[in-house]
T-cell receptor, first 113, second 112 residues
Framework: NAGVTQTPKFRILKIGQSMTLQCTQD?????MYWYRQDPGMGLKLIYY???????DKGEVPNGYNVSRSTTEDFPLRLELAAPSQTSVYFC????????????FGSGTQLSVL | TQLLEQSPQFLSIQEGENLTVYCNSS?????LQWYRQEPGEGPVLLVT?????EVKKLKRLTFQFGDARKDSSLHITAAQPGDTGLYLC????????????FGTGTQLKVEL
C-alpha cells in the first residue's frame, strides 16, 4: 500500500501566486488532516475533514482552502501566497475513532519568496 | 496560545543518560499520543494512552498519562544515538471529536 501520498515534495512560489497541494490516501480512512510545521516546532492544524463533503477549520485556516469530494483526496489550496506561509505541510489520515493513530505523508516543503 | 506545551524545547545529552520530556495543558484530554519525527519525514506514532494514571512501556521508553488527563511524560532510559529526533505529544480534547492537537515539540540529540 502507498499510504498517504503528497505532491509536490518541494515548491517555490512568488508572493501573490496560488497553488494546490495534493494529498491522496488508499486506506479508506474517514478522517483527513492538513498540518503545517515550522522548523523544529510542533504541527499546527490548518483544516480537517471527517468524510467526503465535510470539512472544518483547525487552528490556522486563514489563507487556505480545502475540499473533500472523494474519500481518497483532500487537496489544500493556497490563494495569494505570503512569506508567512513558508513552511512544511503534512497531510495525514486516520480511521474513525478517538484513539486512532494518524498516518502521515512525507510532507511538502514550500517557500514563498 | 498553545494548547499543549512541551518542555524542554531542546535537549542534548550523552549516550547512556536518562531523560524526561513533559507535555502539559490546562485542558482535559480523552486520549494522548506520542509521536517521533525524523528529518524529512512525517511523525510516526509511538504510543497512545487513554486512562488517567496509565503507564505504558516500549522497550527503554516509559509513557505516563496524568491522573487528571491534563499532562503526560516520556522517560527514556539509557538513551542511544538512535533515539535522536523530534518528540511530539498530541491530544484529543474531551468533547472535541477526533481533532488532534500537537504539542510544541522537544528536539532530542543523543551524542556518542
Amino acid at each position: 500500500n502507498a499510504g498517504v501520498t503528497q505532491t509536490p515534495k518541494f515548491r517555490i512560489l512568488k508572493i501573490g501566486q496560488s497553488m494546490t497541494l495534493q494529498c491522496t490516501q488508499d486506506m479508506n480512512h474517514n478522517y483527513m488532516y492538513w498540518y503545517r510545521q515550522d522548523p523544529g516546532m510542533g504541527l499546527k492544524l490548518i483544516y480537517y475533514s471527517v468524510g467526503a463533503g465535510i470539512t472544518d477549520k483547525g487552528e490556522v485556516p486563514n489563507g487556505y482552502n480545502v475540499s473533500r469530494s472523494t474519500t481518497e483526496d483532500f487537496p489544500l489550496r493556497l490563494e495569494l501566497a505570503a512569506p508567512s506561509q513558508t513552511s512544511v505541510y503534512f497531510c495525514a489520515s486516520s480511521y474513525w475513532g478517538v484513539n486512532e493513530k494518524l498516518f502521515f505523508g512525507s510532507g511538502t516543503q514550500l517557500s514563498v519568496l | 496560545t498553545q494548547l499543549l506545551e512541551q518542555s524542554p524545547q531542546f535537549l542534548s545529552i550523552q549516550e547512556g543518560e536518562n531523560l524526561t520530556v513533559y507535555c502539559n495543558s490546562s485542558s482535559v484530554f480523552s486520549s494522548l499520543q506520542w509521536y517521533r519525527q525524523e528529518p524529512g519525514e512525517g511523525p510516526v506514532l509511538l504510543v497512545t494512552v487513554v486512562t488517567g494514571g496509565e503507564v505504558k512501556k516500549l522497550k527503554r521508553l516509559t509513557f505516563q498519562f496524568g491522573d487528571a488527563r491534563k499532562d503526560s511524560s516520556l522517560h527514556i532510559t539509557a538513551a542511544q544515538p538512535g533515539d535522536t529526533g523530534l518528540y511530539l505529544c498530541a491530544g484529543r480534547v474531551t468533547g472535541g471529536g477526533n481533532k488532534l492537537t500537537f504539542g510544541t515539540g522537544t528536539q532530542l540529540k543523543v551524542e556518542l
